[in-house]
């Protein structure tokens, strides 16, 4: 799987997609502060922008007829898909939202945001159900920190957040607790003498089926940091003990942005720099046994049913991979 069969090319820059099932649509989130509806095998393909937050929408679900989007405005936005237009808007996070996490069985979701907090929400109400807090807000550098993955295991009992300077914490959802902390340092790079600055962070996460293990992404060290130039990077940790069991470098530059368990055990993972890459993990094998390069960065994506087709959310368009 690599090859670009359709490539959608827009203005906007999209960060995030997701799959309307019940409609047979996409919904992807954008630079331009708009939820577009996208319908990729139309001639010409559609795309409907529809209006209501303020900047960057980074994050968006589908669950139980409805669509959820999340913003740089700290806004989560309810969508009727067929309408398209908004149902409900709930001020969610003091600053950027940066992803959403949608549990097995729809009736929550979770939010991370720069405001370093993890709030779990009910899908049909709007409610807060519970707050996780354990990332420290400034880096050890004293700069302010970003909250930028959630993932949700299979069971519906572990969430699992990433930070900038690579802190990953392992939840337990019914308690809020704490059950492991793991430190991918490597995925951050601080410059103490030119730039006084730093790049990286944990920026992808995805759990194994069976809910035992974790996969972070994000990028290896980097020489200047004002460039995405370290190495692709994801590592493989065991939950039980909290040990490292391997890490995967790539040959290609940039992070890992999204990580999604095939059903086959492989692993994929899609990213980049300023042009994109797919990459493909056999865990067993502890090796990358493919890696493409793609027109543009890809910021996320998602399957068909059968995981023989990929959606991806990239800068300037959207691609069609198989």
């Not at 331009?32 to 900047?55: A, Q, S, T």
């Not at 806004?75 to 969610?92: F, G, Q, S, T």
């Not at 704490?178 to 030119?194: C, F, G, N």
């Not at 391997?246 to 368990?261: I, N």
Request: with cysteine; proline share 4%; aromatic share 8%.
């Amino acid at each position: 799987m690599s090859k670009v069969v359709k490539d959608l090319q827009r203005r906007e820059i999209f960060f995030c997609i997701t799959r309307d099932l019940e409609n047979h649509q996409l919904f992807a989130g954008a630079s331009d502060g708009r939820v577009y509806r996208v319908i990729p095998e139309c001639e010409p393909p559609v795309f409907l922008g529809m209006d209501g937050h303020r900047g960057y929408v980074t994050g968006v679900i589908c669950a139980r007829g409805c669509v959820i989007s999340a913003a740089f405005d700290g806004a989560l936005i309810w969508w009727d898909p067929v309408e398209c237009k908004p149902l409900r808007k709930v001020p969610a996070h003091a600053r950027w939202i940066r992803g959403l996490a949608l549990s097995p069985d729809e009736s929550w979701f979770a939010s991370v945001g720069d405001d370093m907090v993890c709030r779990i929400w009910d899908t049909e109400s709007g409610l807060l159900r519970r707050e996780l807090t354990g990332h420290a807000p400034r880096t050890p550098q004293h700069f302010p920190s970003m909250l930028f993955a959630v993932a949700i295991a299979a069971d519906g009992q572990q969430l699992a957040t990433a930070d900038k300077v690579g802190k990953i914490n392992v939840w337990e959802v019914s308690s809020g607790a704490v059950l492991r902390s793991i430190q991918a340092e490597t995925m951050y790079t601080w410059d103490p003498k030119q730039r006084i600055h730093s790049i990286g962070g944990v920026r992808s996460l995805c759990f194994s089926p069976d809910g035992r293990q974790l996969l972070a992404g994000g990028m290896g060290q980097v020489g200047n940091i004002d460039h995405l130039e370290g190495k692709s990077r994801m590592e493989q940790y065991d939950l039980e003990r909290g040990d490292l069991i391997h890490a995967f470098e790539g040959e290609l530059k940039g992070l890992v942005e999204k990580l999604v368990w095939h059903p086959q055990g492989q692993v994929i993972g899609m990213g980049g720099d300023h042009g994109g890459f797919v990459q493909i993990y056999d865990l067993s094998s502890r090796a990358i046994v493919q890696q493409e390069k793609t027109a543009a960065h890809i910021h996320d994506f998602v399957s068909n049913d059968a995981v023989s087709r990929y959606y991806a959310a990239c800068h300037g368009r959207i691609a069609i991979l198989e």
